[in-house]
């Protein structure tokens, strides 16, 4: 039904293959880190949908897990085992410094993100949480809202009006059972360190 849609996807497919096919030309595949990933999820809202998302809830421009949670496909020669899958919560603020620990570069400054080395070795990452901030409408549905993961735990606060939804992603992966007012003080707690972490990075909010 959207042929337009699947050309593009098809185009990306045969451009990601050229790419790979030039470094093994090159004679660099096994010197070059390759990442791949998306900004967001497919198109599945208010202005079209010509993919689906689910099981997960929402798409493009949304905060639920159909907006934000993408897949990664990273090939680092030496160090990832072809066909692994990690489960670890990444983001793609963890490519600058992942990127620099691989050619032994140390920053003199406190960066975003943490390096994944240790997730692509099949190792747990230490990370406490993962923050989103989108203070704006968006074009696809999406509403001012600012997120805070910590492990199976989601919590998204609506600028708006001021609500705040909460979902265990383990039980959860549709956030279709918002536990706000079940896990009380827990939604308190992780909305505190939201707010904090809100202050602390200056974030632009609403007004």
């Known amino acids: 039904k959207h042929a337009v849609y699947a050309a ?8 990601v293959g050229k790419v790979l096919t030039a470094l093994d030309k090159a004679g660099v595949a096994e010197n070059t880190m390759v990442f ?3 900004d967001n999820g497919g198109l599945s809202t208010s202005e079209g949908s010509p993919t689906s998302n689910l099981p997960l809830r929402g798409g493009k421009g949304w905060v639920y897990e159909g907006g934000i949670r993408e897949p990664w496909i990273i090939r680092y020669p030496g160090v990832t085992k072809p066909g692994s899958v990690s489960s670890e919560m990444i983001c793609s603020i963890d490519l600058l410094p992942t990127v620099a620990s691989s050619i032994g570069s140390k920053f003199k400054h406190k960066v975003d993100g943490i390096d994944l080395t240790p997730a692509l070795k099949g190792q747990k990452l230490n990370r ?16 001012p809202s600012s997120i ?3 492990g199976k735990w989601k919590l998204i606060h609506y600028h708006e009006d001021g609500r705040d939804e909460l979902y265990d992603l383990n039980k959860d992966i549709g956030e279709q059972n918002d536990l706000i007012e079940a896990e009380a003080k827990r ?21």
């Open 148 to 150: 805070i993961m910590e």
């Open 128 to 143: 406490e949480a993962l923050y989103w901030h989108y203070p704006h409408y968006g074009n696809q549905g999406g509403e």
């Open 187 to 207: 939604a308190q707690k992780m909305r505190q360190r939201l707010d904090d972490w809100l202050k602390k990075t200056k974030a632009t909010l609403p007004t």
């Open 8 to 15: 593009m996807v098809e185009a990306m497919d045969e451009a």
């Open 36 to 38: 791949f990933t998306s």
